[in-house]
């Protein structure tokens, strides 16, 4: 059984930082896309940024800059760390997987949810 779990969300004032982490089980992540989502009440899930079997990375517009995804040194882990928080990035955040090699941006293509975890940001 697949499972993703998500830790690292809280509060943090305007500017500060957080660093999410995904960690999956029953499941090898590397080789696959990895991704982080958001949704922030009242709006549609949105993807954040995506790294590819290759490494090769995408950002979101909204976050360019400011978050930065890997993959953890151990097996299964996925990371985003978030600088210059701003209040529009409160949201609850999503790690996903899609059992292929190539992202995609729309949250159709990923086969495996994590449970999510809360970012709040305050001013």
């Known amino acids: 059984q697949v499972e993703l779990v998500e830790s690292g969300g809280g509060s943090v004032q305007a500017g500060g930082s957080l660093r999410l982490s995904c960690a999956a089980s029953?499941?090898?992540?590397?080789?696959?896309?990895m991704g982080w989502f958001r949704q922030a009440p009242g709006k549609e899930r949105e993807v954040v940024a995506t790294?590819?079997?290759?490494?090769?990375?995408y950002y979101a517009d909204a976050v360019k800059g400011r978050f930065t995804i890997s993959r953890g040194n151990a097996k299964n882990t996925l990371h985003l760390q978030m600088k210059s928080l701003k209040l529009e990035d409160t949201a609850m955040y999503y790690c996903?997987?899609?059992?292929?090699?190539?992202?995609?941006?729309?949250?159709?293509?990923?086969?495996?949810w994590g449970q999510g975890t809360q970012v709040t940001v305050s001013s």
């Open positions: 790294v590819n079997g290759g490494g090769i990375t």
């Open positions: 029953g499941y090898i992540l590397s080789g696959f896309c």
């Open positions: 996903a997987s899609r059992r292929t090699t190539d992202c995609s941006g729309r949250d159709d293509d990923y086969n495996y």
